[in-house]
């Protein structure tokens, strides 16, 4: 129901997106996000989009860098991701919330991609 793609290998400062694709029928209504898991850590928020059009939630630890935004028909989602830095490197999943309206509350979500991994080399 999600798949998730666009992780690669970058340097620090590169930019990169991903993209998730979402079934309709799990996410038209729902409000989608980003997560993330780096190595030996537990799964963070990174950023959400409600249904409502110009809702957005950032980490503050990507706040300025990323940019979270869906296609029309929020068939895709995507983040941008600009000044990448070391820490930055994890596994990103997206997920659809059982709620329109943004949340970083990991048990808000529902549906989660398999996770694409981002490495940032210093």
């Known amino acids: 129901q999600l798949q998730a793609s666009g992780g690669v290998l970058v340097q620090t400062g590169d930019s990169l997106r991903l993209s998730c694709v979402v079934s309709?029928?799990?996410?038209?209504?729902?409000?989608l996000a980003w997560f993330r898991q780096a190595p030996g850590k537990g799964r963070e928020f990174v950023a959400s989009?409600?249904?409502?059009?110009?809702?957005?939630k950032y980490d503050d630890s990507v706040k300025g860098r990323f940019t979270i935004s869906t296609d029309d028909a929020r068939m895709s989602l995507y983040l941008q991701m600009d000044n990448l830095r070391p820490e930055d490197t994890a596994l990103y999943y997206c997920a659809v919330s059982r709620h329109s309206t943004r949340t970083s509350l990991r048990e808000d979500y529902i549906y989660w991609g398999q996770g694409t991994l981002v490495t940032v080399s210093s």
């Open positions: 989009i409600g249904y409502r059009a110009g809702g957005t």
């Open positions: 309709r029928r799990t996410g038209s209504n729902n409000a």
